[in-house]
């Protein structure tokens, strides 16, 4: 286990002074439960890092748009953001340091392929931001975002952007973003109609995916001259909420309690 772990260090280009940490953020909750019942009073797993290295990354990955590209608006700063820290980046940087290998899993869930799966693995991956930020405080967390999660991708996507690819879509940030802070999926629903066949407006609320026999949470309401557009105002508007709340400090839970942006129909 000390070679893998040195190997690791190697890839993520950090030395723990406190390993347990490291074994801590590899940690998956099934081995710990096994453990427990195997008979051990304690058994740590990752998810409490997972937490604290999901703020990290958050808080990194913003403070570098936000200096690196002064002319970006916010709901460019606000997609390329969603996608860089979505469960299917984030398992692609975990990938590429092949962290898959070194995670620590119950027997039964080893053989079940779990080390290969996107959510496991971009769970580790921002639990060892976690460990790192905990054991070398934000510089060394820093630059481990900064070098792996950002790095080329973040310029691909500045190109992509300002050549118009990936400019606006703001149902796919907002997909992303719920998607990579659990949150749940929007629904879109066209709440009125109005104006003659030539000048329609569009009112569309956007709300999260409801559990069964419940309304669902409502995030923003937008207005367009289409069903399309209204619902692209909509995403917007949820989007700058939710990561306003975030910023706030109130977390990813935020969205479940946000008070919702209002459009009215003209």
């Not at 990955?61 to 390329?80: K, P």
């Not at 300002?162 to 992303?176: D, I, M, V």
């Not at 329609?200 to 309304?215: D, N, S, T, W």
């Amino acid at each position: 286990m000390e070679t893998s772990l040195q190997e690791l260090e190697t890839a993520l280009g950090y030395s723990f002074g406190n390993p347990d940490l490291l074994i801590r953020a590899l940690t998956h909750r099934s081995l710990a439960n096994e453990r427990l019942q195997g008979g051990e009073e304690t058994a740590e797993n990752n998810e409490r890092l997972e937490f604290l290295g999901d703020a990290v990354l958050g808080l990194v990955v913003a403070e570098s748009m936000f200096l690196l590209h002064e002319d970006w608006r916010e709901g460019e700063l606000t997609r390329v953001r969603a996608q860089l820290v979505s469960r299917q980046h984030m398992a692609e940087v975990a990938a590429s340091l092949e962290l898959g290998r070194h995670l620590r899993l119950s027997r039964g869930e080893d053989r079940s392929g779990l080390r290969r799966k996107n959510t496991v693995l971009s769970n580790a991956m921002e639990a060892v931001i976690g460990a790192i930020f905990l054991d070398g405080g934000l510089e060394p967390a820093r630059t481990l975002v900064r070098t792996r999660v950002l790095g080329e991708t973040a310029e691909q996507l500045a190109r992509e952007l300002h050549s118009g690819a990936a400019l606006g879509n703001f149902k796919s940030a907002l997909q992303e973003h719920l998607q990579a802070t659990r949150a749940g999926t929007p629904v879109y629903k066209v709440k009125s109609e109005s104006g003659p066949d030539h000048r329609k407006r569009f009112l569309v609320e956007v709300r999260l995916k409801p559990a069964e026999g419940e309304p669902g949470k409502p995030l923003a309401r937008g207005l367009g001259s289409t069903k399309k557009n209204a619902e692209q105002d909509a995403a917007r508007r949820a989007l700058a909420r939710l990561t306003h709340a975030q910023t706030a400090g109130r977390g990813a839970r935020a969205a479940g309690r946000i008070v919702p942006e209002e459009a009215t129909a003209e």
